[in-house]
């Protein structure tokens, strides 16, 4: 799986040469990808999302893991989902909690920062940021990555 990552422009080929790089072992679970196409039919998001979850549960079985990158495009629909990053998040995360919830107890407090996930309702969607371009992507995962990598977060 890493071969067939490596060498590409996907976010998850720049976190790959970053955490390699920084001698980081990485453990491939599951990667998949999809052009935007409408809402993710339900039988498939449970089959990737139970894949993942299984790879994750059996590697965690192996050997204790100091972190799990999970390369997400941030705009999936599932039929039953309407943020089906969000719920994959949460079924990774071993406490289940929200992506809003993980961000401030593993973030956003132990930087004694003030974050917010989305924009109150009261400002405009104009104030949004526009979506990375899609040659931007692999750089976005090499800083993300870097990011984290000079956290030892691993």
């Known amino acids: 799986m890493l071969d067939a990552v490596r ?3 996907v976010p998850a080929a720049g976190a790959l040469g970053v955490a390699e790089a920084a001698g980081v ?8 990808f999809a052009n935007p196409a409408g809402p993710v039919q339900d039988e498939a998001f449970e089959r990737i999302a ?21 390369d997400l495009h941030g705009a999936a629909v599932v039929d039953s989902f309407p943020d089906a990053e ?3 998040l949460r079924r990774v995360d071993p406490k289940h909690r929200s992506l809003g919830q993980f961000f401030q107890d593993e973030i956003a407090s132990p930087l004694r920062a003030d974050v917010y996930i ?14 990375a371009p899609p040659g931007r992507l692999l750089r976005l995962g090499r800083r993300g990555t870097g990011a984290l990598a000079g956290m030892q977060r691993f």
């Open 7 to 9: 060498g590409t422009s």
């Open 25 to 32: 072992t990485v453990v491939p679970l599951a990667w998949s």
């Open 86 to 88: 969000g719920e994959l």
């Open 50 to 70: 139970a894949l993942i979850c299984a790879s994750l549960s059996h590697a965690l079985d192996e050997a204790a893991l100091d972190g799990v990158y999970l």
């Open 118 to 131: 989305r924009l109150p309702e009261d400002i405009p969607n104009s104030r949004l940021a526009t979506l």
